[in-house]
Every structure is written in structure tokens, then in C-alpha cells.
């Protein structure tokens, strides 16, 4: 199993450009999630998918749009890149294994640079 | 709303010594999970240890454990006999057992010295 998957590993924007994070997970899960990360500030939930066809708003949405395309997939796109979304950005998915309990598993990350 | 908090940016540790890090947590609901995460520079997201709020007995997981005082909302990290692969940011995480939702602290940046 590769777990989840992110792709790009890095990317440099310019202001108002726009794209896609990719994330994908093997592991059969129902819920995934989008962070960010920034210096000082621990992570923060930006949106949730609890399971397939269904989206949610976590912390941090503004500047954000998110699709689940399929169980595996959860894409988040940045329409209009502004240098404030400069951040590392981490794809989790979330499996109950036996015995209840609730873990999520992280992908490696993106490096977002917007100049 | 929920908030945890970790008050020690940093801390360093000799090693083979053992390091406490701290977490204070701030909810309402009964029904939650605590967890422990290791990012190492690689930036990987790794998780050390959970708990849940039902369960009395402290969690252990080798040379990781945790001193969870549910009256006093504190979840601290023992880690002992600390090895140079513990250097990492170690970050504190919540969760409400009835959403989704991961709630993190500011994380403590743990440096193992030979």
C-alpha cells in the first residue's frame, strides 16, 4: 500500500495563478482532509470530505475550492493564488481500525511558494 | 470551540535522558481522542501516540507515553531513553469523537543532543 499520495511535491505560483493539489489513498477510507501549515501555527484544517460526494468547511476555507472525485481522490484547487496561501499543504485520510479508534494518516506534503 | 495548546516552543534533551512535553487541551464534550504526532525534517506527518478520553489508563507505546489528567484537560508526552532520531516537531492534536475534525496545537520543536 502506498497510503496517501500527494502531488506536486513543490510548486512555485504567481499572484492569480491558479491549480491543483492532488491527493490519493489505498487504504479504503471514507473521510479525507486538506491542511495547511505554516510557520508557528501548527496545522489547520482548510476542508473535510467525511465520505464520498459530500464536502465540508474546516478552520480556513476562503481562497480554497475542493472536489471529491471518487473514494480515493480529494483534489483541492487554488483559483486565484495569493501570496498569504504560501504554506506546505497535507492531505490526510481517516480509517477506524479495530477496536475504534480514530487515526488519520498523512500524505508526504506540497510546498506552495506564491510569489 | 476547542483549542490545544502547547506552551514549550522548544525544548532539548540529552541523549539516553528522558523530556516531558506539555499539552493543555480546552473542550466541553466527553467523548474525544488525544494524539501525539512526530513531523522529523522530512516533514512527514507520523503518528506516536493516541488516547482516548474513556479510558483511565495512560497510554504507552515503548519509549513514548502520556500522563493524561482528564480533570485538569492536560495530555503531556514522556519520552524516554531519547534516542537522536527523536529530534522533530512534536505536535499535540484533539478530536471530538462525534465530528471529523483535528484540532492541533503550535507544536514543540525537540532537540536530542549526542
Known amino acids: 500500500n502506498a497510503g496517501v499520495t500527494q502531488t506536486p511535491k513543490f510548486q512555485v505560483l504567481k499572484t492569480g495563478q491558479s491549480m491543483t493539489l492532488q491527493c490519493a489513498q489505498d487504504?479504503?477510507?471514507?473521510?479525507m482532509y486538506w491542511y495547511r501549515q505554516d510557520p508557528g501555527m501548527g496545522l489547520r484544517l482548510i476542508y473535510y470530505?467525511?465520505?464520498?460526494?459530500?464536502?465540508d468547511k474546516g478552520e480556513v476555507p476562503n481562497g480554497y475550492n475542493v472536489s471529491r472525485l471518487n473514494k480515493r481522490e480529494f483534489s483541492l484547487r487554488l483559483e486565484s493564488a495569493a501570496p498569504s496561501q504560501t504554506s506546505v499543504y497535507f492531505c490526510?485520510?481517516?480509517?477506524?481500525?479495530?477496536?475504534?479508534?480514530?487515526?488519520?494518516?498523512f500524505g508526504p506534503g506540497t510546498r506552495l511558494t506564491v510569489l | 470551540a476547542q483549542t490545544v495548546t502547547q506552551s514549550q516552543p522548544e525544548m532539548s534533551v540529552q541523549e539516553a535522558e528522558t523530556v516531558t512535553l506539555s499539552c493543555t487541551y480546552d473542550?466541553?464534550?466527553?467523548?474525544?481522542?488525544l494524539f501525539w504526532y512526530k513531523q522529523p525534517p522530512s516533514r512527514q506527518m507520523i503518528l506516536v501516540i493516541r488516547?482516548?478520553?474513556?479510558?483511565?489508563q495512560n497510554a504507552t507505546e515503548n519509549r513514548f507515553s502520556v500522563n493524561f489528567q482528564k480533570a485538569a484537560k492536560s495530555f503531556s508526552l514522556k519520552i524516554s531513553d531519547s534516542q537522536l532520531g527523536d529530534t522533530a516537531m512534536y505536535f499535540c492534536a484533539f478530536m471530538n469523537g462525534n465530528t471529523d475534525k483535528l484540532i492541533f496545537g503550535t507544536g514543540t520543536r525537540l532537540q536530542v543532543f549526542p
Open positions: 488516547q482516548e478520553a474513556y479510558k483511565q
Open positions: 473542550t466541553s464534550e466527553s467523548n474525544y481522542y
Open positions: 470530505s467525511a465520505s464520498e460526494g459530500t464536502t
Open positions: 487504504m479504503n477510507h471514507n473521510s
Open positions: 490526510a485520510s481517516r480509517g477506524t481500525l479495530a477496536g475504534g479508534y480514530n487515526e488519520q494518516f
